[in-house]
């Protein structure tokens, strides 16, 4: 069976299409040993069956977060037969570092280019016939939520056959030399390519230094190269080869990329850098929580709509009718104290579950999904990184974090929703 694994940046569409592409047949675990979801689906494509992974998001083959070490784990067990990466098509840029990286790594890459709508909305025109020349690999443009290009997918990976890509990067003559000096030196297989394996162990990987240092004979050689490139450099060598990179990208970007001043600003844009400046920020982080959650999650949800059903519906209608049926028709003290008691079924369990919590759970949902889709919540991300980054934590935990406070089960649920 073919194995085809998404990876690619946060929030580009890597799921819309997972889920275009494989349908209903999907499992979603843990990755063992990890607390992060992954998700499996299987999908025919001209009755050839494939095995289809959906990753958590990654900026960069070097992890900083749980997400992103789980989803380069995955991409050095699994040895995919493809590797769909997906890019946002406005952030082009940013984008093409895992991209390259990947292809520096001989990963079996089909880029594919979504996000193509909102691209054109800011003014961002690309020549993708022109990108897959320079890269010698496939690229598809996309709308994944409109649907547009995704069968374009799946032609590309039906004909697909991997020829080692044209594109290849290279490093300054000193980076390049260590990488080749450790790649020789590296005897044991730890899922990825020498080469891969040095370019980590340049940019300081903690996983892989570790593992080497148990199991390589020649660690200290490995070890004194890695510091004598280190010593010739100020910043540290993620950086530097990153700089490196962007270098190469903003050549690639010249020949590709194609900005117009559609429109400078607007409502939009206004708007959202308001929520991300911390003067006007914080007073709309504060109308936010006093309009959406307090009065209308809280007073309106909470107070209005419990009161309101329990008055209007349980109390006159459903309580009466179902005590009704129960003490007429079951003969048995305990059931109908079970049904109808004071702790009953009945009185307790669905009266909290239908009465109390369905009218939080929904007021909440709906006002969470406005804020998301909006895209006000990675703003507020934004806005809050550098406070949690002091407690070790980054600017997602905030919602999270906040819900805590008030209910446990709310910030769990909308954690494992992230
Ligand atoms: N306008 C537009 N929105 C899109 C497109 N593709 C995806 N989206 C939206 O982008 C958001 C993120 O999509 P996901 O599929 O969850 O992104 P993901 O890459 O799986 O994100 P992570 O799992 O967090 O890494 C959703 O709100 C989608 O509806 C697109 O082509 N155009
Ligand atoms: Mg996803």
New binding site residues.
Partial sequence: MTKMVLV??????????FNYLTGQYVAVSNYPGTTVDISRGYSKINGKSYEII?T??MYSLIPLTEEERVSRMLLCQEQPDIVLN?IDAKNIRRMLHLTLQLIDMNFPVVLVV?????AKKNGIFLRLECLSDILGIPVIA?????GLGLEKIKEEVQEYSFIKPRFSLLYSPDIEQAIHFISEKINEDYGLSPRMAAFLLIQGDKRLCALASRKEHAFSKILAKVNELKSSYQNDMEYIMAVERQRAIDHICDSVLEERNLHSGGMGETLSRLTREPITGIPILCLVIFFGIYQFVGKFGAGFLVEYLDINFFLPYANPLIGYYVYQHIPWDWLQSLIMGKYGVFTLGFRYAFIIILPIVSTFFFMFAILE?SGYLPRLAMLMDCIFKRIGLNGRAVIPFALGLGCGTMAVMVRSKR
């Fill in positions: 690619g940046s946060p929030n580009v569409g890597k799921s819309v299409i959906d958590p998001g997906v979504n996000l193509i709508d909102e996309t709308i994944a939520t409109k889709d």
